[in-house]
């Protein structure tokens, strides 16, 4: 990872830490920003196009489900990037899957000892 790119993902996920997010959702976009920076090394992740982003996730061959937390975790960062530094986000351009809502299906009374 590009030393900029280091300095600008640290700064991110600071000012999570400042917002009270939780440790897991820290953990889980510093993840999926390693992820992506795996797939283009040696560029920064702010000069990526929303095609480049779209492909580095169809390679990937993941779930909808899994595509949707990680579109959503990019286009959070991107938007920070755009708010903090003036890069503009790519993620107007990455399309994310459809993902039924999931409810809860809790057991029976009656199969509960």
């Known amino acids: 990872m590009p030393a900029a790119m280091e300095r600008v993902r640290d700064a991110h996920l600071l000012e999570l830490r400042r ?3 939780a440790e897991s959702t820290i953990y889980q976009r510093a ?3 390693a992820r992506l920076q795996a797939q283009f090394p040696g560029r ?7 095609e480049e982003i779209a492909s580095a996730l169809d390679a ?6 899994t595509r949707a937390t990680e579109i959503s975790h990019l286009n959070k960062f991107y938007a920070w990037a755009e ?6 986000s790519p993620m ?10 999931r409810i ?3 057991m029976p009374d009656g199969d509960v000892d």
């Open 44 to 50: 920064d992740l702010l000069t990526l196009s929303g």
């Open 31 to 33: 993840r999926v920003l």
């Open 19 to 21: 917002l009270n997010r």
């Open 92 to 101: 107007a351009h990455v399309t994310r899957p459809y993902v039924p809502k």
């Open 83 to 88: 708010y903090a530094i003036g890069v503009p």
């Open 104 to 106: 809860p299906r809790p």
């Open 60 to 65: 990937r061959r993941i779930q909808p489900g």
